[in-house]
């Protein structure tokens, strides 16, 4: 069985979900003997190019194009269907990052393979192909079994681990052959936010809601996520009064994070809200108003004035980082 | 300029989800359903553009008479005419197969989906019907300029945004900042009443995925409190008890 698993590159390099990814595919392999193989679209230097097999990939098929150095969802899609059927691969392996959420529908639709998203288990073939991933924003688990005879799994990032299984470097450079007229959509302007850890990467997040009362007093999130190297997040109705940028909203109808510790300042926890953040694992809330819902779902609450608290707590996290 | 508008029928983000029949089937029991928030940008996206260019935009479900509600609202909202097909949407790719069915020999400009639906959360239909029809397509986009054949549009990707160029025909899914949802006025009400619906039968497919069941997760220990005086010692536990710092 050969699991084919999509390593994406930014700037000729891989993040953490493209290893963990690999680790994923490395560990299916590992259940059912079958081997690994990373396609990587773009060009991405040798060296680098081996940092893939450390986590178990047996072959990597390297795709160089000046054109795919940046994610593009229909050629990356023509790309990785190529090496799919040239691998005979039963399971293809992607994150899913705002690229593999572009990617994984069109990889799918073309292999005429059954999809799931958001995936939070390893497969159990017990009876079926059964994986588990959220729904309802988080509020339940659903488990769903793919049916079809190729199987195209995207996986939520940073939800399993990157596993060291080193394996002997085979590179193999494949043709694109794409054409000019293949590139319909051209990447124009890439703005990255430097500096500042992705909400959606990150193990703390640091959140403020309209209890902080205004823009101007969000030093208080800001001072904490800086001394702990956090993220920082807001809710709904906070981005809607525009006193911060919607890409902070964290929620239902926001963006979804899983941290190590999420810290609430000054949010109720609305069912909304929570949906977005209870898969956190360890969730502190502080608020002023004992009966604020948050306080059910949190593992730590400080009843109080965030104005008061906040201070203290900003504090410690600097005399716990120079300590 | 033709838009088509793919909208889903989902659960009121305030309810409170429960299955039955031993965790196979959400209860829809009391449940309102609203037109999914990120269809409704689409929507109101899709009403700018044609308000500026001149066009239609037409919307499509995949559902059966109950969702018959939320096309009536878009249609009210200001939907030139809408389009259901007859079954229940088992799941994305089967939602997408009927779409594309209905769509390609419709030579629609521009489709828009949403970003992901908030009840299933897969975020699968755009990418799908774009593979399906042989288009290309942008996910995720937080804006849309038409010029001529060719859309500007904006996308979030990870820790940014990007700008792209895509030439039309299109497939993109909105993501919030697209625009501000529209809510009906009487007169759009009124007119919807009398707005073409067409009812389509689907076609046959093979199904790809089957739902096993469904799991609430486990629920919270009690809270651990920690006075305003003490404040200082949360950073403390984080990292003695929690171990989480």
Redesign the interface.
């Known amino acids: 069985m050969n699991i084919l698993v999509f390593a994406e590159q930014i700037d000729g390099s891989f993040?953490k979900s493209a290893f963990e990814a690999v680790s994923y595919a490395s560990q299916i392999a590992q259940a059912h003997n079958g081997n690994v193989t990373a396609v990587v679209p773009g060009n991405v230097a040798d060296d680098k190019l081996a940092e893939l097999a450390l986590y178990g990939a047996n072959k990597i098929v390297s795709v160089k194009h000046d054109n795919l150095n940046?994610?593009n969802?229909?050629t990356y899609?023509k790309v990785i269907c190529n090496v799919a059927s040239a691998e005979g691969s039963s399971i293809v392996v992607i994150s899913n990052?705002?690229?593999g959420?572009?990617?994984?529908?069109?990889?799918?639709?073309?292999l005429?393979?059954?999809?799931?998203?958001?995936v939070i288990s390893m497969p159990n073939t017990n009876s079926?192909f059964?994986v588990r991933?959220?729904?309802?924003?988080?509020?339940?688990?659903?488990?769903?079994?793919?049916?079809?005879p190729i199987k195209v799994l995207a996986i939520t990032p940073n939800t399993f681990n990157t596993l060291e299984n080193a394996q002997a470097v085979n590179i193999v450079n494949a043709e694109s052959g794409l054409t000019d007229a293949d590139f319909?959509?051209?990447?124009?302007?890439?703005?990255?936010?430097t500096g500042?850890i992705?909400l959606?990467?990150a193990e703390?997040v640091i959140s403020g809601g309209r209890g902080l009362k205004g823009p101007e007093n969000w030093h208080l999130v800001e001072d904490l996520a800086n001394a702990?190297g956090a993220a920082t997040a807001c809710s709904k109705p906070v981005s809607d009064m525009h006193w911060r940028p919607?890409?902070e909203?964290v929620g239902?109808?926001?963006i979804?994070i899983k941290p190590?510790?999420y810290i609430a300042i000054g949010i109720s926890g609305a069912?909304?809200h929570l949906?977005g953040v209870?898969?956190s694992?360890?969730?502190?809330?502080i608020n002023k108003d004992p009966e604020a819902p948050f306080?059910?779902?949190?593992?730590?609450?400080?009843?109080?004035?965030a104005f008061?608290?906040?201070p203290?707590?900003i504090?410690?996290?600097k005399?716990?980082k120079v300590g | 300029m033709k838009i088509l508008v793919c909208v889903s029928n989902v659960p009121d983000?305030?309810t409170?989800?429960i299955?039955t029949e031993n965790n196979t089937q959400f209860n829809t029991a009391g449940v309102q359903f609203i037109i999914n928030?990120?269809d409704e940008l689409s929507l109101t996206r899709g009403l700018e553009l044609t308000e500026k260019l001149g066009g239609t935009v037409t919307v499509i479900t995949v559902g059966l008479a109950d969702t018959e509600a939320s096309i009536r609202k878009a249609l009210a909202i200001g939907a030139t005419d809408a389009v259901r097909i007859n079954a229940t949407p088992t799941?994305?790719?089967f939602v997408?197969e009927q779409i594309a069915a209905y769509a390609k020999d419709q030579n629609f400009d521009l489709i828009f989906t949403g970003r992901e639906s908030?009840?299933?959360?897969?975020?699968?239909?755009?990418?799908?019907?774009?593979?399906?029809l042989g288009l290309?397509?942008?996910?995720?986009i937080?804006s849309i300029e038409i010029d001529g054949t060719i859309a500007?549009v904006e996308?979030?990707?990870?820790?940014?945004?990007?700008?792209?160029?895509?030439?039309l025909p299109?497939v993109v899914s909105a993501q919030?900042?697209l625009t501000e949802p529209r809510i009906p006025n009487m007169r759009g009400i009124m007119a919807a009443r009398t707005k073409p619906l067409t009812v389509v039968e689907p076609i046959a497919t093979e199904?790809?995925?089957?739902?096993?069941?469904?799991?609430?997760?486990a629920s919270?220990?009690s809270?651990?409190?920690?006075?305003?005086e003490d404040?200082?010692?949360?950073?403390?536990?984080?990292?003695n008890e929690?171990k989480?710092?």
């Open positions: 993040k940046r994610f969802a229909e899609t990052t705002y690229s959420k572009s990617l994984a529908p069109r990889v799918a639709a073309r005429k393979a059954g999809i799931a998203s958001g079926g059964v991933r959220n729904v309802f924003s988080g509020k339940a688990f659903a488990d769903v079994n793919l049916t079809t319909t959509t051209k990447s124009v302007e890439i703005n990255r936010v500042k992705p959606t990467e703390i702990l919607h890409s909203h239902q109808t926001g979804t190590n510790l069912i909304q949906a209870s898969s694992k360890v969730i502190v809330a306080f059910k779902a949190a593992d730590y609450g400080i009843v109080g004035d008061e608290i906040m203290k707590i504090e410690a996290a005399a716990f | 983000t305030t409170k989800v299955f928030p990120y799941d994305a790719y997408a908030i009840d299933y959360n897969g975020g699968q239909v755009c990418g799908l019907l774009a593979e399906m290309p397509s942008v996910n995720v937080t500007n996308r979030d990707i990870d820790g940014g945004r990007e700008k792209l160029t895509a030439s299109l919030k900042e199904a790809t995925s089957a739902s096993v069941g469904f799991e609430l997760p919270k220990g809270v651990k409190l920690i006075s305003v404040a200082g010692t949360l950073i403390g536990i984080l990292h929690a989480i710092i």
